[in-house]
């Protein structure tokens, strides 16, 4: 028997002012979820960040097995070995994520956005596994952005 497909993420989503051009996608931290993201960023600028032209999405990892907190369910984009940067990734965890993400990045080409007009990025975990999506994935999105993250040492990445 097959696995069922997974269920799209949930999101939290800004829509833009005037006609939607371009999407920004927002990865949270580990045990975040996309709305806590967005929240954060709220109170930050005092006002949601907002654009004219660009759909903002603050999707939520789903819950899973996460190694660091021995194997207690959290929201997480990939799990770890341990939190450092110099041991192997989990790049099964990394992978199968990478495709849930693209089903997102998809939806926004379905929706008419040039994937030239489409940036990911993230705070923590969430800018790792940006730069993984983008790096090895998705080299002709707009951009990629990574806050306060790391890659391990011998990361897919640098390949």
């Known amino acids: 028997v097959g696995m069922a497909a997974p269920a799209a993420l949930q999101r939290s989503v800004v829509s833009p002012a005037g006609r939607h051009t371009a999407s920004l ?9 996309g709305q806590g993201a967005r929240t954060w960023i709220k109170q930050i600028l005092n006002q949601d960040m907002a654009f004219q032209h660009i759909k903002v999405i603050y999707p939520t990892a789903p819950a899973r097995p996460y190694t660091p907190m021995k194997g207690a369910f959290s929201t997480v984009w990939f799990d770890r070995y341990k939190i450092s940067n110099d041991c192997p990734e989990h790049i099964e965890s990394i992978d199968s994520m990478c495709q849930v993400l693209t089903d997102l ?3 926004e080409i379905k929706n008419g956005i040039a994937k030239g007009r489409i940036l990911i990025g993230g705070f923590s975990m969430g800018g790792g596994m940006a730069m993984h999506l983008a790096y090895r994935f998705h080299q002709d999105l707009a951009g990629v952005f990574a806050l306060s993250s790391f890659l391990n040492k011998d990361s897919a990445v640098y390949q």
């Open 25 to 33: 996608i927002f990865l949270h931290g580990s045990g975040d979820t």
């Open 105 to 107: 990045i998809n939806d």
